[in-house]
């Protein structure tokens, strides 16, 4: 079945300066990527998504590349601010397969510090 | 507004006691999901719901049930048998098994064993 790993555990950044954080996945027919944020005490909420049809998708400050070959895809943050602290979670399915199953990355704790 | 609830936030649990974790959700979604989560751990699988009654084992079911009678509901039961109960309980939604979009996450259960 499908394993991602994901790295760093934890990560600290200084406010302003750039963060990236890096998921590999094991099945190749994977192809929906979301990237979820998790605060304190709250659920994961999904911040962004790619598609294996897609090498790249930019939302503001938030950006996710995809490197099919390498099966590895990254979330990068830039001009980040101490609002962007939390918990980040990528995760890998097979969309249209027989389920919509996430299979879940074991998180990075981001802290900016100000 | 759309969205999941799950109930309650916090929950204690004696030895050998039985409880049960509550998951509404009004999104009209056809798939439903529990994860646990334990520090290090990421979001582990412990059941998930395809539609109205039915519902498969997840990567750690032992120690917990779930019923699915209604499609708004996907209450989740961790009995005595589960030995290591202690851990915050995610309920998640999405919209059917085969499309890849991401879920929609509740804001969790924080059980203790005392």
């Known amino acids: 079945g499908e394993n991602v790993e994901q790295h760093p555990s934890t990560l600290s950044v200084q406010e302003g300066d750039s963060a990236v954080i890096k998921c590999t996945y094991s099945d190749s027919a994977s192809n929906y990527f979301p990237w979820y944020k998790q605060e304190l005490g709250k659920g994961p909420q999904l911040i962004i998504d790619i598609r294996s049809n897609v090498g790249e998708k930019k939302d503001q400050r938030i950006a996710v590349t995809l490197n099919k070959t390498a099966k590895h895809f990254s979330l990068h943050i830039t001009e980040t601010q101490p609002e962007d602290s939390a918990v980040y979670f990528c995760?890998?399915?097979?969309?249209?397969?027989?389920?919509?199953?996430?299979?879940f990355g074991t998180g990075t704790l981001l802290a900016v510090q100000p | 507004d759309g969205g999941i609830t799950q109930s309650p936030k916090y929950l204690f649990r004696k030895e050998g006691q039985n409880v049960t974790l509550s998951c509404e959700q009004n999104l009209n979604h056809d798939a439903m999901y529990w994860y646990r989560q334990d520090p290090g751990q990421g979001l582990r699988l412990i059941y998930y719901?395809?539609?109205?009654?039915?519902?498969q084992k997840g990567d750690i079911a032992e120690g917990y049930s779930v019923s699915r009678e209604k499609k708004e509901s996907f209450p989740l039961t961790v009995t005595s048998a589960q030995k290591n109960p202690t851990a915050f309980y995610l309920c998640a939604s999405s919209m059917t098994v085969t499309l890849g979009y991401g879920y929609t996450f509740g804001s969790g259960t924080r059980l203790t064993v005392v």
């Open positions: 719901s395809q539609i109205v009654n039915d519902f």
């Open positions: 995760a890998a399915s097979i969309d249209g397969g027989a389920t919509n199953k996430l299979i």
